[in-house]
């Protein structure tokens, strides 16, 4: 679920990932690259793994959406920073110098960068971004490698839970939930409080804002393969738990950790609480 494992599905029309190396027109020679690779072969770990194993704080996949690049999917984003970003197409692309897809540079350097990140705290002054295929630019706040893009180019892109590790966790904490939350309504005011870019749809703003909350429940609860993205703004998981938690301190907390996200919106979430009382409920809640 979430940033990585639908990688396919943004790149559906590009068959597979541009060279990091073009030709140097001045030279006449090629700078180093790596195999390209379709992205559903040989997939090897999760989103989770791989924003762990490169240290990342701050990643995302911009989109162009017209003349302008918009977030599409993020990690440690913050809800104005989301519904206010849109990036000239123009400006995106005066990083990348000499014709290289991969570009590190200083967001003091550039106006624009300086202002689309404002809202985010101790962003590092150095940040990377790579061009993957012809409408999609990768961000991250460290270095982006050839050894990062064959690891991206891998990340498993199947949205399956593993039922039979859910009823184990459940067996080891008897007192385990599934949880059901809507975030429509809290996104969708949220949205409209903090104006987003008008000649813009407003549901590439909800739809990027929705996917940054997916992914940090990726890393909050317990373990990624326990998350279910649904279509309709809403997300089901699995927390297992060895003490009966009150549904209102976990109503609370859930809250606490979208502040950021959401604002004060975050407090008309909808969530429904469910006990699991034999192992046909875990597939039935996060099914229906």
């Given at each position: 679920m979430g940033l990585f494992n639908k990688a396919n599905n943004f790149l559906a029309n590009e068959?597979?990932?541009?060279?990091?190396?073009?030709?140097?027109?001045?030279?006449?020679?090629?700078?180093?690259?790596?195999?390209?690779?379709?992205f559903h072969q040989n997939k090897l770990f999760a989103f989770t793994d791989f924003i762990t194993k490169y240290k990342?704080?701050?990643?995302?996949?911009?989109?162009?959406?017209?003349?302008?690049?918009?977030?599409?999917?993020?990690?440690?984003?913050?809800g104005k920073t989301i519904s206010n970003f849109a990036i000239s197409q123009e400006d995106l692309n005066s990083i990348f110098l000499h014709n290289h897809n991969i570009s590190t540079v200083n967001k003091k350097d550039y106006d624009f960068l300086s202002k689309a990140f404002l809202?985010?705290?101790?962003?590092?002054e150095e940040l990377s971004?790579?061009?993957?295929?012809?409408?999609?630019?990768?961000?991250?706040?460290?270095?982006?490698?050839?050894?990062?893009?064959?690891?991206?180019?891998?990340?498993?892109?199947?949205?399956?839970?593993?039922?039979?590790?859910?009823y184990q966790k459940y067996s080891e904490n008897q007192n385990s939930y599934i949880i059901k939350i809507d975030f429509e309504e809290?996104?969708?005011?949220?949205?409209?409080?903090?104006?987003?870019?008008?000649?813009?749809?407003?549901?590439?703003?909800?739809?990027?804002?929705?996917?940054?909350?997916?992914n940090r429940f990726m890393f909050w609860y317990s373990y990624p393969f326990y998350c279910k993205q649904n279509n309709d703004y809403t997300l089901t998981f699995f927390l297992p738990s060895q003490i009966d938690l009150?549904?209102?301190?976990?109503?609370?907390?859930?809250?606490?950790?979208?502040?950021?996200?959401l604002d004060n919106c975050a407090e008309i979430i909808n969530i429904e609480v469910f006990k699991i009382n034999k192992k046909e409920?875990?597939?039935?809640?996060?099914?229906?």
């Open positions: 068959d597979e990932v541009l060279l990091v190396g073009e030709q140097n027109d001045q030279k006449n020679e090629k700078t180093p690259s790596y195999e390209t690779k379709n990342i704080h701050i990643f995302a996949i911009f989109e162009l959406s017209g003349s302008f690049f918009t977030i599409k999917d993020s990690l440690g984003f913050d809202n985010i705290k101790n962003l590092s971004f790579c061009k993957i295929g012809t409408n999609y630019i990768m961000f991250c706040d460290c270095k982006i490698s050839d050894k990062m893009l064959n690891d991206f180019q891998n990340i498993d892109n199947s949205n399956k839970l593993d039922y039979d590790l859910i809290a996104i969708e005011t949220f949205i409209c409080t903090n104006n987003p870019i008008n000649n813009l749809s407003k549901n590439i703003f909800l739809n990027s804002i929705y996917t940054e909350i997916c009150p549904e209102e301190l976990l109503l609370t907390h859930i809250i606490f950790n979208l502040k950021d996200i409920d875990i597939q039935t809640l996060f099914e229906s």
